[in-house]
């Protein structure tokens, strides 16, 4: 999870400097800009695809461990019953 975070923080860091550069400045050159975005588009794809990679990992691991772990049932006393006896 740490590298999906780490994605998607790069992309949010160069989001908002590309927003301030076009705040800023008097024109913008459009092909500089679509090559950002689309910087930032690979990079927003990278931090997902980290995270669904995550997530795949920890499923797993999770099912793993719980196939693993033996199955523990609780002793249950069974309280002995007394027979009656049939009158002869």
């Known amino acids: 999870m ?9 992309a949010r860091g160069l989001t908002e400097m590309l927003a301030e550069f ?3 400045s008097d024109s913008v050159d459009c092909r500089q800009m679509a ?10 794809h ?3 695809q980290s995270a669904a ?4 990992r920890i ?14 049932v ?3 006393r069974i309280p ?3 027979l009656s006896r049939c009158p002869d």
């Not at 499923?59 to 523990?72: G, I, K, M, N, Y």
């Open 2 to 10: 740490n590298d999906a975070t780490e994605w998607l923080q790069y």
């Open 22 to 24: 076009v705040h800023e």
């Open 35 to 44: 090559l950002s975005l689309e910087a930032v588009a690979a990079l927003t």
């Open 46 to 48: 990278m931090g997902v």
């Open 53 to 56: 990679a995550a997530h795949a």
């Open 59 to 72: 499923s797993l691991e999770t099912r793993e461990r719980a196939q693993a772990e033996p199955v523990v």
């Open 74 to 76: 609780p002793a249950v």
């Open 80 to 82: 002995k019953q007394r």
